[in-house]
């Protein structure tokens, strides 16, 4: 099959209908104004400095547990706290964009990123730390979706929202990279205070601009708020996490994890059919049944949970196995970052020139090939160059799954829908992010467990299984991408 059959009509003449996409890179229309530049830049800065957020204390925690008297059992809360919020909250405050104004919900956001980054900074005790880690979260949850649902109704469907979205998704995946190498060099160089007072000055330029920059839209009735199905869906994926955060730190048998995974998944499902009979629902059921949507954000899903789960397994093996510093191991996946960026930057003209499908599909086989070469990584210095290529194709092939995932999941729907499709992406990337680490971890444990063994060549073997099965799921995205989702010009149809 051609894949010049994925590829959209010229924009010489008016789309048949709104939710039509326009053509193909290339064209007159793919220009942007210079109010659009700004605006992009703005945002992207706003989400570049979420992700750097994601990361930037994980080199730091040691530290920051010597600074303010952590004990090693509750130094996961620095980073748990963070994850709960962020990914709990996502999708009611995706919604609340939509009703309320995103601009509003923006600027808001930002307003408490950089309060609650202070309040970081300046922390004197574990408790002071923890509540500027849970603002931080409830800062992201709300920033996140409202600048994905402002960016995607500034750039109608076709090349330049193609465009945005790729330079987001480049940026967002660089942000955690190059969160892990700030940390380390922050931490070294200054404190690890400046982990948060970093954010305070980026957090103030964008308050300051983007209130005449950002343009919102509004709804023209009074909006109503599905509150039964807010705190179900909430309610469930607060549980849902901090289920898979337990199993990350104490395993996955443990009566906190087992009960709150088993909260999260009858809460969820309550949610479901809290949807089913509201008159008006957080998230109506039929956008759910849309095949963009659904396989979207399954793909995505995957994409996140396979990449970041493969860093960790990737800190093991420099640290445990080669003996890396942390800083040194930040250092070396910049080159992943570099590849993510490149991926990025293609994804758009990739997806206007194939479709989404394509885009991902073929972004899933180049990722999973390259993560399916670390299995042959060894316990000699001399490996870190098949590291340093396999992470930086990955990153390319990863970042053209997520580009398209992102495109597919907030397409063909109206502008009044994006909030609640640029939430449920971002929970997707927020759950992902969670899953990942904890799921991979119990592979690569279970496997040295077997071994009896916690050297340096037991830790090889347990990365080595885990990178296999991280591979095959990234093979299954791809499968289920190339089965389920239509090609991108009849997409508005299915």
């Known amino acids: 099959m051609s894949t010049l059959d994925h590829r ?50 994980n080199v730091a925690l040691p530290v920051v547990g010597e600074g303010l008297g952590f004990s090693l059992n509750n130094l996961q809360w620095v980073a748990t706290a963070f994850a709960l919020t962020a990914a709990g909250f996502t999708l009611l405050f995706g919604r609340v964009a939509d009703l309320f104004g995103r601009k509003r919900l923006f600027l808001g956001g930002m307003a408490l990123l950089g309060a609650s980054s202070a309040l970081g900074g300046f922390a004197t005790s574990p408790e002071m730390l923890l509540i500027a880690r849970v603002l931080q979260g409830l800062a992201t949850a709300a920033v996140t979706p409202a600048g994905l649902s402002l960016l995607t109704t500034a750039f109608k469907e076709g090349p330049q929202r193609d465009r945005a979205l790729g330079l987001n998704g480049a940026l967002m995946s660089a942000g955690f990279t190059a ?47 599905d509150v039964p199905g807010a705190i179900a869906v909430t309610g469930g994926l607060l549980a849902l996490v901090f289920g898979l955060t337990q199993a990350g730190a104490e395993g996955w048998g443990q009566p906190t994890t087992l009960g709150a995974l088993a909260a999260g998944a009858v809460l969820l499902v309550a949610f479901w059919f809290i949807e089913q009979r509201s008159t008006s629902p957080l998230v109506p059921v039929g956008i759910m049944k849309r095949r963009t949507v659904l396989w979207g954000n399954i793909t995505g899903l995957i994409a996140f949970v396979t990449e970041t789960s493969l860093v960790f397994l990737l800190t093991l093996y420099l640290q445990e196995v080669l003996g890396y510093s ?36 073929a972004g899933g086989v180049v990722q999973a090939l390259a993560t399916l070469s670390l299995v042959a990584l060894g316990n000699s210095g001399g490996w870190i160059w098949l590291l340093l290529a396999a992470t930086f194709v990955g990153g390319v092939g990863n970042m053209l799954m997520i580009v398209g995932f992102m495109i597919t999941a907030t397409s063909g729907l109206p502008d009044a829908e994006q909030g609640l499709a640029t939430g449920l992406a971002t929970m997707t990337q927020q759950v992902g992010i969670t899953m990942g680490i904890p ?22 073997s347990g990365v080595a299984v885990a990178i296999l099965v991280d591979s095959a799921l990234v093979l299954l995205g791809a499968l289920l991408a190339a089965v389920f989702l239509a090609p991108r010009r009849d997409r508005d149809r299915v």
Do not use: C, H, Y
């Not at 789309?15 to 007159?28: I, R």
């Not at 983007?210 to 009074?222: E, K, L, N, Q, V």
């Open 8 to 57: 959209t009509r010229p924009v010489e003449a008016p789309p048949v209908t709104p939710a039509e996409p326009t053509d193909a890179a290339g064209s007159t229309g793919a220009r942007m104004t210079g109010q659009q530049k700004l605006v992009l830049t703005l945002l992207l800065g706003a989400q570049f400095m979420i992700a750097v957020d994601f990361s930037i204390l």
């Open 179 to 225: 969160g892990a190498v700030l940390g380390g060099l922050l931490t070294d160089l200054l404190s690890w205070r400046w982990a948060f007072f970093v954010n305070v000055p980026v957090a103030a330029l964008v308050l300051i601009l983007a209130p005449s920059a950002i343009t919102d839209s509004r709804p023209s009735g009074r909006p109503r708020l």
């Open 326 to 361: 942390p800083l040194a191991t930040g250092l070396a996946f910049g080159v992943l970052g570099i590849g993510t960026v490149l991926g990025g930057t293609l994804g758009g003209r990739v997806v206007g020139r194939f479709g989404t499908r394509t885009t991902i599909v």
């Open 439 to 460: 799921i991979m971890s119990a592979i690569a444990t279970a496997r040295m467990s077997s071994l009896g063994d916690t050297g340096p060549d037991a830790v090889l």
